[in-house]
């Protein structure tokens, strides 16, 4: 089950059910804290618990918080900071992993059903927008935020508010549809990227039986994707076609778009005759710097479920490298 989506799906039941219910929800974080801005749980009267928010001696002492103001008939939202160093004067998580998160401990209450309720019908159709969160309430919009994923602020006075835009933020498009193409779907819709995938044999059984991607096109040549796939900071593109021929086309329809993440699959001597030629040509080094390829981390793999955990890794690592 999608770990995001099952935390809201125990708030909507649980409020459904009258049954006390708290998220937690780590609204900052700093260093290599285990608890991630983002990470969310949910926990109930009844013992029943979804998601984390970071796990180990930190996360089992919240959850014990938890239970314990539920059981307050008028508990309020608070936030705590957690530093996990045991030499910190003070706010010791009792972990030693360096870094420190602060923690939001939000009961549920009755109004708050109708904005969970959206919540989780966004998800559930793969949607995407704001969930907000203070002490005055809980709320969600459709309407993406600008800039950062995530903004919290905190006044001297105490007074808190988080912004979080939930759903898909990152579009990866594959283009081919075979077995690789098939294996790295199924991987990266896991990891929380919207699969679209292009294949030029509409009739290929690997395309057709794809069942991960969030959207499949047909084309009738690769070079419409200069038309099909936008420019912007999170649109990945893994070229992974049948052939040189194709891969060309498909790279040339792309090369001076504006992406995230532009990989091509292949041998290092097919990437090394293809920058080779484009060198030939006089096409833009700058331009060239920027591919990924071969795509993937040289992990010595040879199966497509092998090349797609390479690639998974990759583009991972692009997604969650420190803005500059």
Same mark, same amino acid.
């Given at each position: 089950m999608n770990r995001a989506l099952a935390v809201w799906q125990l708030i909507s039941a649980s409020l459904a059910d009258e049954v006390p219910v708290m998220l937690l929800q780590v609204v900052g974080s700093q260093g290599s804290s285990p608890g991630r801005q983002g990470f969310r749980m949910a926990?109930?009267?009844?013992?029943? !618990?979804?998601?984390?928010?970071? %796990?180990?001696? !930190?996360?089992?002492?919240?959850?014990?918080?938890?239970r314990e103001r539920l059981t307050q008939s008028a508990a309020e939202p608070v936030v705590r900071r957690q530093v996990h160093n045991k030499t910190a004067p003070q706010d010791q998580s009792g972990m030693i992993c360096s870094g420190e998160q602060t923690i939001a401990l939000y009961p549920m209450q009755v109004a708050d059903a109708a904005a969970v309720a959206v919540i989780l019908r966004c998800l559930e159709q793969?949607?995407?927008?704001?969930?907000? +969160?203070? *002490? @005055? %309430?809980?709320?969600?919009? =459709?309407?993406?935020?600008?800039?950062?994923?995530?903004?919290?602020?905190?006044? $001297? @006075? %105490?007074?808190?508010?988080?912004?979080?835009? &939930?759903?898909?933020?990152?579009?990866?498009?594959?283009? %081919?549809?075979?077995?690789?193409?098939? #294996?790295l779907s199924g991987m990266m819709r896991q990891l929380n990227f919207r699969v679209h995938l292009y294949e030029d044999r509409a009739e290929l059984n690997t395309f057709l039986e794809n069942?991960? #991607?969030?959207?499949?096109? =047909?084309?009738?040549?690769? =070079?419409?994707?200069?038309? +099909?796939? $936008? *420019?912007g900071p999170g649109q990945y593109v893994v070229i992974m076609t049948f052939g040189y021929r194709t891969d060309d086309v498909a790279l040339r329809a792309l090369l001076t778009k504006e992406l995230r993440f532009l990989g091509v699959l292949g041998s290092g001597k097919k990437i090394e005759k293809m920058l080779a030629d484009y060198?030939?040509?006089?096409? @833009?080094?700058? &331009?060239l710097t920027r591919l990924h390829a071969p795509v993937g981390l040289p992990i010595h793999s040879q199966t497509p479920e092998e090349i797609a955990v390479s690639i998974a890794a990759q583009l991972i690592a692009v997604r969650n490298a420190p803005k500059s």
């Amino acid at each position: 089950m999608n770990r995001a989506l099952a935390v809201w799906q125990l708030i909507s039941a649980s409020l459904a059910d009258e049954v006390p219910v708290m998220l937690l929800q780590v609204v900052g974080s700093q260093g290599s804290s285990p608890g991630r801005q983002g990470f969310r749980m949910a926990v109930n009267a009844r013992g029943e !618990m979804q998601g984390s928010i970071g %796990g180990g001696i !930190m996360e089992h002492k919240f959850v014990q918080l938890a239970r314990e103001r539920l059981t307050q008939s008028a508990a309020e939202p608070v936030v705590r900071r957690q530093v996990h160093n045991k030499t910190a004067p003070q706010d010791q998580s009792g972990m030693i992993c360096s870094g420190e998160q602060t923690i939001a401990l939000y009961p549920m209450q009755v109004a708050d059903a109708a904005a969970v309720a959206v919540i989780l019908r966004c998800l559930e159709q793969e949607g995407s927008g704001t969930l907000t +969160l203070s *002490a @005055d %309430g809980l709320g969600f919009s =459709a309407e993406v935020r600008s800039g950062s994923k995530f903004q919290f602020e905190q006044a $001297p @006075d %105490g007074t808190w508010q988080y912004a979080e835009t &939930l759903g898909l933020r990152h579009h990866l498009h594959i283009i %081919g549809g075979g077995h690789c193409s098939l #294996a790295l779907s199924g991987m990266m819709r896991q990891l929380n990227f919207r699969v679209h995938l292009y294949e030029d044999r509409a009739e290929l059984n690997t395309f057709l039986e794809n069942g991960f #991607a969030h959207q499949k096109t =047909a084309v009738g040549t690769y =070079a419409e994707l200069a038309k +099909l796939i $936008p *420019a912007g900071p999170g649109q990945y593109v893994v070229i992974m076609t049948f052939g040189y021929r194709t891969d060309d086309v498909a790279l040339r329809a792309l090369l001076t778009k504006e992406l995230r993440f532009l990989g091509v699959l292949g041998s290092g001597k097919k990437i090394e005759k293809m920058l080779a030629d484009y060198r030939a040509e006089g096409i @833009d080094e700058a &331009l060239l710097t920027r591919l990924h390829a071969p795509v993937g981390l040289p992990i010595h793999s040879q199966t497509p479920e092998e090349i797609a955990v390479s690639i998974a890794a990759q583009l991972i690592a692009v997604r969650n490298a420190p803005k500059s």
